[in-house]
């Protein structure tokens, strides 16, 4: 698959040897196991003029595989978009879990609800309309949040990416992940300010001894963070 992202011209092959593998994975492995209402969401995404900022389904199984083996109930997202990661988060969580969904665009969201209404998992979501930093804060006004949350997935708007982190570190007990979505090349001027906050976050995670992290080539790129302490 290969779509465009404003002027650069993007093949969402991650760091696979060509588009073929990448398209056999979602063919063999992702698709069949997709559930319809993910599929369905999928499709009203496509209809987006903004519709290459959803997760990759490749990144989303992997999300969900390690939602299920934390057996993580509480979560956070920043980024919601159409709601891709949000409705397969919600799918993956048990039937008493609750994920914390921020984000200051509510009509994308709409779009997806539909989706997430016929799966029946709308009462896991809190949808938070706000900036996501004033989110977190008044998230850590309330004691009882800190370290309460299991996981945490942030696709946001790349500056603030380290501000999420600060927030982000006293409120999840274990694991976050982020994509880290900016290509290397030909990086037009309206992208440079989110490739070098990036580039600036990823060393600064690269430094940090107090969390483990794992850099996978999933979809845009994916970075899992574990707090050590
Ligand atoms: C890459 S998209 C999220 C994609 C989504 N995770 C998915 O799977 O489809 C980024 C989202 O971040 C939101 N966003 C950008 N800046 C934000 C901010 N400061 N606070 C909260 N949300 C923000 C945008 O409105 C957009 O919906």
Redo the contacts with the bound molecule.
Sequence with gaps: MAYTHKHVKVKDTGLLKSEELHNYILETSVYPREAEPLKELREA?KNSP?SF???SPIA?QMISFLLKKENAKKTI??????????LLTALSIPDDGKITA????RE??EIGLPSIQKAGVEDKIDFIL????L?LDNLLLNAENEGSFDFA?V???KP?YQNYHERLMKLIKTLWAG?V?IPESQVPDNMMKSRNALIIFNKYLADDHSIDIAQLPLGDGITFCRRLY
């Design positions: 995404t903004r900022m959803a997760a989303g997202e920043v980024g919601v978009f159409i709601g891709y990661s949000l921020i984000d200051c665009d994308a969201y706000s900036d996501g930093r989110a997935f696709d946001a708007d603030s994509t979505a």
